[in-house]
């Protein structure tokens, strides 16, 4: 929509409100909402100012001003505020230069996008991911100078199966149990086809959902792909959405890669595709149907693939799951159709589906960021001609570790992914996609705030495995 659109579907709506979207540093969503009074043709000129000194990872409170400039394309009904919200996706710019904020992760993809045109390589980036999630019915979680714990509850989890529910019913699925049963098994149903129906209300095409294999409420809601921002924008919604629905239903969602010890955790699989001119790039004859530029693309992931964590899975919780036995894709080889793989290549007859999937992210990550320096680490394959080596066509999982020594793995923990960012970096920098400001704030700011904290607390296990000693 164009700016005149936008206003005239606000009012058609009878919206009263309009409601501010942006993201901070690390790709939460934050918001403040105007009185449709305050609304015109104009904002989209002039955006809106506010404070970001205390918006994390952004600029310091002596040069704090910034603009928000709402993203007409954006615009949607919220469905959730009770008076009639517009809800619009904003960029942040500098009020004095009007040039776009380096931080600002949106900022980031948008000039993916504009880096990949500029390449002349191809003109759209397709991405597909598929984020997992996990539904409680109940979280605690404190930690002090003196006690920390956790505590999460399903009334699926195994670990319910002899507790008194006056009735308990049993119907819990068991421990790596949850793929695919029907109801009562599978509890979940409504919920989801609630959320289902809200994400198309807001323009989101869903092509699946079901249940997912870990006990305890996992779930997976299939999103259409779309190109690099939208599809980030449609994460966003997607997140918000889901979140928002569980809670109206007295339930919680949380998208941490691993809230369970000894089931699967949460991954968002992303499917890749390059198109020019209409045409998928990555349809070719080579191995599993594949063009030399989609195997270079590989390539590409594979050599920075330790550095992509820091993005991909940035979260000290992402390696939990990144442990060996939960399917979870540490081994960095490509295969057709191998789920076993950390890079899979969907098996697809139509040379418009030829994709690869990368299989290493989980759903805590920012999309913006996480898809540029995909697209980015791609790119620099294709551009390099790098060759990712020979396909590997059995199960990763069951081999030995002797039979595993010489194929790479991912990133062992985020610290190990942020040292592998500040040495291998340079292919973020080309089109000034990322900047080393952001990449040295991004690593300061994951040491910081949750390297560090962490590494330094003590917690239960440590209790029943030191207190004696």
Not at 235 to 262: E, S
Not at 374 to 382: E, W
Not at 414 to 423: C, F, G, P, V
Request: glycine share 8%; proline share 7%.
């Amino acid at each position: 929509m164009t700016p005149k659109e936008v206003v005239a579907f606000a009012k058609e709506n009878n919206c009263q409100m309009v409601d501010y979207k942006f993201l901070d540093f690390v790709g939460i969503w934050q918001h403040f909402t105007q009185p449709m009074s305050e609304f015109s043709e104009d904002t989209f000129e002039e955006g809106v100012g506010f404070d970001g000194s205390s918006i994390r990872g952004w600029q310091p409170i002596h040069n704090s001003d910034m603009l928000i400039m709402p993203d007409p394309k954006t615009a949607k009904v919220d469905p959730f505020p009770e008076v009639a919200t517009l809800s619009i996706i904003c960029n942040i710019i500098d009020p004095f230069t009007r040039e776009g904020y380096s931080r600002d992760p949106r900022y980031v993809a948008r000039k993916a996008e504009a880096y990949l045109k500029s390449t002349g390589l191809a003109d759209t980036a397709y991405f597909g991911p598929e984020p997992e999630f996990f539904i409680f019915d109940d979280v605690r979680f404190s930690s002090g100078m003196n006690q920390s714990f956790y505590h999460v509850d399903s009334i699926e989890g195994c670990w319910n199966s002899g507790r008194e529910e006056f009735p308990n019913l049993g119907y819990k699925p068991a421990n790596k149990g949850g793929y695919f049963p029907v109801a009562p098994t599978d509890s979940l149903i409504d919920l989801r086809n609630e959320m289902v129906q809200m994400l198309q209300s807001v323009g989101i095409r869903v092509e699946a959902s079901h249940h997912e294999v870990a006990t305890g409420g996992q779930c997976e809601i299939d999103m259409r792909f779309d190109s690099l921002v939208q599809m980030a924008d449609t994460l966003q919604w997607f997140k918000y959405i889901v979140r928002n629905v569980a809670f109206r239903n007295g339930k919680t969602v949380t998208f941490m890669p691993k809230p369970l010890f000894g089931d699967n955790g949460s991954g968002m699989h992303c499917h890749q595709s390059l198109w020019k001119d209409g045409k998928n790039l990555f349809a070719g004859d080579g191995y599993g149907g594949l063009s030399k530029m989609a195997l270079y693309y590989i390539g590409g992931i594979i050599k920075h693939a330790k550095a992509l964590c820091a993005f991909t899975n940035p979260g000290t919780n992402s390696y939990k799951r990144l442990v060996p036995g939960y399917e979870a894709p540490v081994n960095l080889a490509y295969s057709n159709r191998n789920r076993s793989a950390s890079i899979r290549i969907p098996a697809a007859s139509n040379p418009k589906a030829k994709r690869i999937e990368y299989r290493t992210p989980d759903p805590s990550c920012n999309g913006y960021l996480a898809f540029a320096a995909m697209l980015m680490a791609g790119l620099d394959g294709i551009e390099n001609k790098i060759d990712p080596g020979d396909p590997l066509d059995k199960d990763i999982y069951g081999l030995s570790p002797e039979e595993l020594k010489d194929i790479p793995a991912v990133a062992s923990s985020l610290e190990d992914a942020l040292k592998n960012l500040e040495q291998d970096h340079a292919f973020l920098l080309k089109g000034d996609v990322f900047t080393e400001d952001l990449i040295e704030k991004w690593i300061e700011y994951k040491m910081e705030a949750e390297v560090n904290p962490v590494r330094m607390r003590p917690v239960p296990l440590e209790f029943s495995l030191y207190f004696d000693c």
